[in-house]
């Protein structure tokens, strides 16, 4: 059983559109981390929210914690071949082990 | 470097032959972590070093998985009698301590049992 479930698991567009992707589970965070890894390397961490109901921005990309701190989405307003990764969601289990969820494959087509 | 090094960075084996594997934390991390990632399983966190010190090594797959830094610096993981189910790509972080709420993670080295 996967703690947090991530949706779509595959995703490609074209240039220029907006997409979401999902990060959803059953159980309350403290916070929840959104990394994004490229082919041939290590995930990077792209933003961490903490407060029910928070939104953050990156550029072209927004995030949100939902209200009750169960779920985030990232949302990628007019898509670049850049954002092209594995999106993945995590929490910290104690202080040390990050948990992630399977990942989100998002492939963007010039 | 500025970043976590990891060595090497492909390694194809045999079943049954022993691998080890290296990380390079970023200089003066004092956390360093160990995760594998495999198509099946996603990406899962196997153990985690403060100074030289593992506290917890439950999350090695079996006893066949070992890990050790000195140091407190470089960290090897060792495979012994390695399986096809041990291919996967591991993944060494670093962290500041283990209060930084960021980890920096290396390019990870794919392991490929035959």
């Known amino acids: 059983t996967q703690l947090l479930e991530q949706s779509p698991q595959f995703l490609s567009i074209q240039e220029g559109e907006n997409l979401t992707v999902y990060c959803n589970s059953s159980s309350v965070f403290s916070s929840l981390q959104w990394y994004r890894q490229e082919p041939g390397e290590g995930p990077v961490l792209l933003v961490t929210v903490v407060t029910g109901g928070e939104v953050k921005k990156l550029k072209r990309l927004t995030f949100q914690f939902g209200d009750a701190r169960k779920d985030s989405s990232l949302h990628i307003t007019a898509a670049q071949p850049g954002d092209t990764g594995l999106y993945l969601c995590a929490f910290f289990q104690g202080a040390q082990k990050l948990v992630f969820g399977q990942g989100t494959r998002l492939t963007i087509n010039p | 470097g500025a970043g976590v090094s990891q060595s090497p960075s492909n390694k194809v084996t045999e079943k049954g032959k022993d691998v080890e594997l290296r990380c390079d934390p970023i200089s003066g991390h004092t956390a360093l972590y160990w995760y594998r990632q495999s198509l099946g399983q996603g990406l899962e966190f196997l153990i985690y070093f403060q100074g030289n010190s593992a506290p917890d090594k439950s999350g090695l797959p079996s006893d066949r998985f070992s890990a050790e830094r000195t140091g407190g610096s470089v960290s090897t993981l060792t495979i012994q009698r390695t399986q096809q189910e041990d291919s996967a790509v591991y993944l060494c972080?670093?962290?500041?301590?283990?209060?930084?709420?960021?980890?920096?993670f290396g390019p990870g080295t794919r392991l490929t049992v035959l």
């Open positions: 972080a670093s962290s500041q301590d283990l209060a930084a709420n960021e980890q920096f």
